[in-house]
């Protein structure tokens, strides 16, 4: 049958031999008859390889009869090609560059037959190899943002959604029309709904996904709030936070100590921008249609969902002004390459900060409110230049250079006070008031990074813990560590910032810290003392510098923690949280390692 070697003809080479084995299916060009032909050297054209693995085919796709070329070759490349009339059918498949292996190249491989059985028995052979591939979703909630990155979501969109069809992934699509728009529509998913997608796909830039991210999130992730030092004083502060949801359900029962979570539509009154709407307004997605099989009956029980777990993933098609995610988890910020990942299943445990506010400003009432965030969190110069953008949004991603530069120019700092959990297995780099009068020198470099690419061994261990059932998953956000030593930092600062991630950008090619992993259950904290402005100027410019280290300098601490909390005198208090504001005067933030899955595998080498 077709694995002792069929004989196809491929298009561009002609007739070839092809063998189907246990992971791919391969091919050798049969040479013709000297009398017949003008294919003296038959080779096989450019981009194409004699080998086609089942983890690369993204679809298989049965076509009408018509003309498949003959082979490439010198002598074709001057006559041109000869066509021949037969039945054919396609497979497609990534292709990746030697040079820059990070971009996926689609790819398509023409066969023809003449005999049209012969074609469909291939398609439908090569359809159930790529099926059986582990974790390929079948249907995805999509949200596309129209305006971001200057409309660029909606035009990315329309070039990618092609590849879905042809892989016959089932979408379905919502259209973004206001601030909160994702954030209404996924808060408002019953579980029962929300199981009928394999993931969420956010077609735009980082903000969109974090109104995704704690759409899911705020109801459903069930963990301690962060740990805090001693005499921070809020009572409940290490009870469990609860998410409640649109059923009535909460994930725990309530204690009399726990400090409840404000939540979208729980108080008539916030400082921060909340959803427009409330979740009763959110649209019918009318899912019942995407897969009748997955309907559970009116008997059955749909389980809770909680986070971590082992079937939902999210998406980015980067489409945004910056696009830090989606360069730092796939290497590129190259939509086609991001949907390729996504149709192809590729599966990463992403860490997430779990961020509780309890003060909005010092005179507030204690009212803990809990958001997440998957790059960033920043105060100080980066919650001023996100608040000044908004002002801006006309100019498109330059709103971010020429607020940058307002916000840089009134070289404000703040007075603040941080607590962070002390890391045992790495120096801190600190920082003392008389080193930053006294004229600041960059520091000496530090040791050898280890980046986070593919197969990570950093990041290893919590990937393949995903592979796990739900109910064996640990939830490592729940312990910090054993007998933790906190660390105090008091003084003027210019900012204050915690990378989840390396957060790299096309201005900052190696991101805020380059040696940030993806799953480690650390985060980076980044505390920028107050310091002369042209001293503050040469730290800036290293970030846009690939290879250079920013964080040598004196005035710069850079601490690798599990957890910190904060706190400032100030009224206006503005935190960055994946580029949305977030007003907080007193934060706790800890790392939850791994608690996303993500359709992803990291930079490539």
């Known amino acids: 049958m077709q694995g002792d070697g ?85 497979v497609h498949v990534v292709t990746r560059s030697r040079k ?126 962060p740990p805090t030092p001693e005499g921070f004083g809020y009572v409940g502060s290490n009870e469990k936070c ?49 897969n009748p099989n997955m309907e559970p009956s009116s008997g059955d029980q749909v389980p809770l969902v909680s986070f971590p777990n082992d079937w939902l993933r999210l998406g980015i098609i980067p489409s945004g002004s910056t696009d830090a995610i989606a360069l730092s988890t796939t290497g590129e910020r190259d939509p086609v390459t991001s949907a390729l990942l996504i149709i192809l299943g590729r599966r990463m445990s992403l860490d997430i900060a779990q961020v509780v506010r309890w003060k909005s400003s010092p005179s507030a009432e204690i009212l803990p409110t809990v958001c997440y965030a998957a790059s960033f969190a920043g105060y100080g110069f980066y919650g001023e230049v996100i608040r000044e953008s908004e002002n801006f949004r006309w100019m498109g991603p330059a709103r971010y250079d020429f607020s940058g530069t307002m916000v840089f120019l009134k070289h404000r700092s703040y007075e603040a006070k941080v607590a962070f959990l002390e890391n045992r297995s790495t120096d801190s780099l600190t920082a003392s008031a008389e080193n930053v009068a ?70 900052a090619p190696d991101g805020l810290v380059a040696e940030a992993h993806l799953s480690d259950g650390f985060l980076h904290l980044l505390l920028i003392r107050d310091c002369p402005l042209p001293l503050y100027l040469w730290h800036l410019t290293q970030f846009t510098k690939k290879g250079s280290d920013p964080l040598t300098f004196k005035f710069v601490e850079h601490h690798k923690t599990k957890a910190f909390t904060f706190i400032s005198p100030h009224d206006e208090s503005v935190w960055n949280l994946d580029g949305e504001l977030f007003q907080a005067s007193e934060v706790s933030v800890q790392a939850c390692r791994g608690l996303v899955s993500l359709f992803a595998s990291g930079p490539e080498v």
């Open 242 to 290: 609860q998410g409640y949801r649109n059923d009535g359900l909460s994930n725990s029962m309530p204690t009399s100590n726990t400090v409840n979570v404000m939540l979208p539509g729980s108080s008539s009154k916030s400082d921060d921008h909340e959803p427009l709407l409330s979740t009763a307004q959110s649209p019918e997605l009318g899912t019942s249609s995407l």
């Open 6 to 90: 069929e004989v196809l003809f491929l298009g561009g080479v002609g007739e070839v031999a092809v063998t189907l084995g246990n992971d791919g299916l391969s091919f050798q060009p049969l040479h013709s008859e000297p009398s017949s032909s003008c294919w003296t050297s038959i080779v096989l054209p450019p981009k194409l390889e004699n080998r086609i693995r089942f983890s690369d085919v993204y679809a298989v796709e049965l076509l009408d009869e018509g003309p498949v070329c003959g082979p490439w070759n010198t002598r074709t490349v001057v006559q041109g090609k000869k066509s021949t009339e037969m039945h054919r059918f396609a």
């Open 438 to 507: 006294n004229g600041v020198q960059p520091r000496q470099k530090r040791p050898c990074k280890t980046i986070c690419r593919t197969s990570c061994s950093v990041c290893k261990e919590t990937s393949a813990a995903g592979q796990n059932s739900a109910d064996d998953i640990p939830d490592s956000s729940r312990v910090i560590c054993e007998n933790p030593k906190w660390v105090w930092s008091k003084g003027r600062f210019l900012s204050v910032g915690a990378a989840v991630i390396s957060c790299r950008n096309e201005r």
């Open 100 to 225: 820059h292996p990070s971009p996926w190249i689609p790819c398509e491989y023409l066969f023809g037959h003449k005999n049209s059985e012969t074609c469909k028995s291939w398609v439908e052979l090569l359809s159930a190899c790529t099926n059986g591939e582990h974790d390929r979703p079948k249907n995805l909630l999509v949200f596309v943002h129209p305006l971001c990155g200057k409309g660029r979501g909606r035009k990315n969109w329309e070039v990618v959604a092609p590849l879905f069809d042809r892989a016959k992934v089932n979408t379905k699509v919502i259209t973004t029309e206001r601030a909160g728009h994702a954030y209404d529509t996924i808060a408002s998913l019953s579980d029962k709904e929300l199981k009928k997608f394999d993931g969420v796909v956010a077609v735009g830039g980082d903000g969109l996904f974090n109104e995704i991210l704690n759409g899911l999130l705020r109801s459903r992730h069930k963990t301690s709030y």
